[in-house]
């Protein structure tokens, strides 16, 4: 009898590169082709995305938040989680606080 590869289950989270793409703030690119990882320990997505001063940043898309809020809304709670980290300050006041 010969073993045979058990094919990697795929991630519970896809998003497609348009998909993530339009959730990023103007002047911000995908890295790495937009190729997200699946962190199974982390029952999270991770991406990363640079700035437009060149700055990268990392993206988690938790399992949890997409149980709780959904696929698309939990990467736009994402985006804007990284967004703020940029940012070093909240952005309540400045036109930007959508979910808090």
């Known amino acids: 009898?010969?073993?045979t590869a058990v094919p990697a289950?795929?991630?519970?989270?896809e998003y497609?590169?348009?998909?993530?793409?339009s959730y990023l703030p103007t002047g911000w690119e995908l890295l790495d082709g937009g190729s997200p990882t699946?962190?199974?320990k982390r029952r999270a997505l991770t991406l990363r995305v640079i700035d437009n001063v060149e700055?990268?940043?990392p993206v988690?898309?938790?399992a949890d938040a997409v149980e709780e809020h959904g696929r698309l809304p939990a990467l736009d709670?994402?985006?804007d989680d990284a967004f703020r980290t940029r940012l070093g300050r909240p952005t309540r006041g400045l036109g930007f606080a959508r979910h808090r």
Do not use: C, H, K
């Not at 289950?9 to 989270?13: D, E, G, L, R, Y």
């Open 60 to 62: 988690v898309v938790t």
């Open 16 to 21: 497609t590169t348009d998909e993530l793409r």
């Open 38 to 40: 699946w962190e199974s």
């Open 9 to 13: 289950a795929s991630p519970p989270i």
């Open 77 to 79: 709670r994402a985006m």
């Open 1 to 3: 009898m010969s073993a």
């Open 55 to 57: 700055f990268d940043w």
